[in-house]
């Protein structure tokens, strides 16, 4: 069972890699989680499968979704990948949790290189395939809009970026069914990656998932930095960008000058482990200590790169919601730029204990609380935006409220943990875990589904049920407390992080308290499915297409819901911030152009799919040292960047005629909506066309 | 069924911070548990207004309120702006002072003021389990550190294997242990007792198990101690350091003399000259 098969082909492959294998054999609780995993994986591969080839979708997915060069439907794929990948870590994490609440002076039932297995997994996914790309999802959607731009600058890297993530999210997946995961954790640190210390497939499943995500978040920040120089409609100068523009190209440049740090921490393992190479082993001059600054130096500024995001998606929401201008919007965009370059500067309070002067620590320590006076100045604009303002309690609104209210008390032990000497009684603890999901729940996950409950209208055309979306924003709320303030408790009181059992009967109560925390979680998760369900089915009667239901401000509000696949009839003129929302109470923001023009698209092109393919199956390749199907990938990957380039035909024009027909058959739409009041703007009777009042 | 949980709490929730660094026994453990009484109470003022204003300004300017003012349009004011921004930077310049002091006074690696010389301790991080050189007696253990109440303590480590941070939550903060590297740690013990220590950075499948005892006594006991482990521990040889490198979990703790001299640099070296055995 553990001899290789066919190494020649299939390279490490043994038997005893299926998890079916070892569960038949060793049929314990532990291998048949693991069955049941891979089985699940299989299984709904392909139903999948199957549902597609039955409902004879096959032509239509290829042609309207994955090759598609359109920002707008990139942008509901990311969101696509986001969701599935959260299930799955929701999953893991609930299951690590029950296992530390059984395992108080016992083994449990997760054997402890299977715990390892779920908690590397569960970071990894929870940052690059789940956090990553859905703000990347969100950005790309309606950055284009926000600006008065057809697409993003570079459409077919953009394609490229989302195969990319999308072959890293496959990798992951198939470490379910194939082999087994890193058992290093979401950060990897050698020299326990080493292959000295693991030479199994699992680092390599890591190392190349890890490499593909961060190559296409850079590719993203390139192009999302890039659309937002040279795309902008006329008018829309930098100081008239919404918030959410803003934040979108801080996060693009930190995604610029970050992800590259990861690749090559992640590339120089890879030497290690492939061609003797000694960089961060014991032996031979390798010094870890590389690899943590390298890891860090991308790690910290990613904090901000998925949180920056919901900084502007709050400030979206809350001035939407409170009908008020923003207060202090330039303080805004300044506090924004001074998280993204301050966030270079704080890398070292990852290691505080790595044996450095007092006098590096302390620098490091005060950059770091440096670091909170912009984001608590943030915290008052939105203070000030509610005040004075018609607050309306939407679920996206209690979504933002509940931040501001948690996020400050993630804030809070941030400070202690920048505190050196704090720091290193709680480093390395649940503490640790508590302070850094008290940051990023709030911080970016509330912000990503207030985004998501804001924006779906606008994106498919009909709003989201309330009533299950507060049942899920309140799970949410309720399951983030009591999963995570007893690993407080737990981590003062000297509890290790990644710990599969515990022998301190004292901590049993926490973590019970925290077990049904995890599981109040997982109920959000699936208040959000039901409710996404009961939206589908009464998408009638919460039909928006005019577009604007919560009398927005920006220009993405200004267009139909969906927005037709060209975004603007004609590229609007801007003269002010949020020119929409003045537009609605001045002049006539629907009256239709003097004239409509041929409108050039880009035409499909299946070098993305090509692409994210072959890199997945050369990275595959490279995990069980196929070498002939690592080889072959590369060469598919060159090829198609040839073929492409041989490409003349790559646009299409829309008549005119056929845009006046859109357009036209929208602005009578728009005449025949009745105006909704902001009091019954979540009732059937919103139609997408606010009630203007001034 | 409320009050049950609660109560369960309140048994177990207690015995749980006894174990950490509220219940402190060593002058540094005590030092930090000030400074974090300190800092929570600075941090009172900067997280209060925000858990005030937030649900009381949404609250009161809710739509239903229609006796409010409502001012779409006004959106900066300089007095606010001077608000939101002068106070944070003034408490994060004070902390920054507060920092920079306490981050010097409990440097791991700065002695603590005794007029005792500091007893050295030499430690090793392998896997799953530590151990503890007494270079100045010729005796090691694993698993158990032994120390005489009152006298400061001064910690050498280094990695057999991968990295490793060793933890005492009672008595002081953690460092990290890497292999061809040697970082220190200065604590005392205040009263007698067995404090809980451990490695909180995963190493693989006994991780869970990689806990040690600090066994603090008073000097005559320790002293006690040391003779009885030069007399009844196995002498430390080639076989011992081999079976010692093999990944295990120590189920006690286990006693040795006659260490040679220099086995903790030894130790510290070995990795950095041979090549790693690759399976």
Redesign the interface.
Known sequence: MTDPVWPMLLGRFTWDSLPFVRAWHNPTTNELIAAAAGGIVVVSGIAVLVLITVLRRWRWLWTEWLTSLDHKKIGILYIVIALVMLARALVEANLMRLQQAVAVGNPGFV???HF?ELFSTHGSIMIFFMAMPFLTGLINYLVPLQIGARDVAFPVLNAISLWLTAAGAALMMASLVIGRFS???WSG?P??T????N?GVGPDYWIWAVTLGSLASTMTGINIAVTIYKMRCPGMKLMRMPLFTWTSLCTAILMIFAMPPLTVATALLALDRYLGFHFF?????G???HYANLFWMFGHPEVYIVILPAFGIYSEVVSTF??????????LVIATMAIAVLSFTVWLHH?F???Q???I??AF??AT??I??PT??K???W???????????TTPMIYA?AF??TF??G??TG??L????????V???LFLVAHFHNMLIPGTLYGLLAAYTFWFPKVFGYRLDERWGRISCLCWIVGFYLAFMPLY??G???M???????????????L??AEAGALILLCAFAALIVQLWVSIRRRGANDVFVGDPWDGRALEWSVSAPPPEFNFARLPHVDQAHWFYDAKRKYAPYAPPIAYHDIWMLRNSAVAPVIGIASGAATFGLVWHMWWLAIFGLIVIFAAVVARSFVRDTHRVIPASEVARIDESWREATARAQPVP??IETSPANQGLALVR? | MASLAALLLLLGGCGALDLGVMNHAGPVAADQWRLYKIVAVVLIFVAGPVLLLVPLIAYHYRLDNKDDAYRPNWGFSWSLEALIWLPPIAIVAGLGVLLCDATHQLDPYRALPSKQPPLEVQVVALDWKWLFIYPDDGIATVNQLAVPVGRPVHLSLTSGTVMQSLLIPQLAGQIYAMAGMRTQLNFAADRPGVYRGLNTQFNGAGFQHQKFSVVAMPDREYRHWLTLRAADGQPFDDNVLKSLMQKSVAQRPLFFSKVPPGLFEHMMMANMQKEEAIR
Not at chain 1, 281 to 285: H, I, K, M, R, V
Not at chain 1, 322 to 331: A, C, D, P, Q, V
Request: aromatic share 14%; net charge neutral; hydrophobic share 45%.
């Open positions: 054997a402890p290189e390892a058992t290093g954790g640190y020299p326990f080493e292959i000295g210390f030479p082993t014991n032996a031979l001059g010094n870890m200590m409170s009908s008020k201008e923003l207060y202090g919007y330039k303080s290691f204990t790595m044996g002067s007092a006098s620590n302390a320590g005060i609380m440096a909170g006076v608590g100045v915290i008052y604009n203070i000030w935006t509610m005040f004075r303002g018609e607050v309306r309690f409220l501001m209210m400050v008390l804030g809070l400070i202690i920048a505190f050196p000497p704090l720091d290193y009684i480093h390395n603890t408790v737990l003062a009181s000297g290790a992080r990644r710990t599969q059992a515990v022998m301190e009967t004292a901590y049993r109560p926490w019970y308290m902001r009091e001034s």
